[in-house]
């Protein structure tokens, strides 16, 4: 079964920049639409931004324009710029239909 690991979280201040990673354990971006989710305290998880497996791209509303999806051969991205503490959140990968086992995430803390 595909095991997802995300990484590149931390703590950044307002208008920082950083750029998360998914592994897999299988080659899996190139054949499947990816997504990013992102679950802040107390709230449900949301989706983020996908990577359809030609290269059509949808992104959240409340991060258009500020968060970037992309991949290569080996790893899923996500460049997140001109951050806000609202954005502040533990962000997991998986693939659209999300029935693949989800990560342990990795954890962005938005705070001055």
């Known amino acids: 079964q595909v095991q997802l690991v995300e990484s590149g979280g931390g703590l950044v201040q307002p208008g920082g920049s950083l750029t998360l990673s998914c592994a897999a354990s299988?080659?899996?971006?190139?054949?499947?639409?990816m997504a990013w989710y992102r679950q802040a305290p107390g709230k449900q998880r949301e989706f983020v931004a996908l990577?359809?497996?030609?290269?059509l791209r949808n992104i959240a509303d409340s991060v258009n324009g500020r968060f970037t999806i992309s991949r290569d051969n080996t790893k899923l991205y996500l460049q997140m710029n001109s951050l806000i503490p609202e954005d502040t959140a533990v962000y997991y990968c998986?693939?659209?239909?999300?029935?693949?086992?989800w990560g342990q995430g990795t954890q962005v803390t938005v705070s001055s």
């Open positions: 998986n693939r659209l239909k999300q029935d693949w086992p």
């Open positions: 299988e080659n899996i971006f190139s054949k499947n639409t």
């Open positions: 990577l359809t497996s030609n290269g």
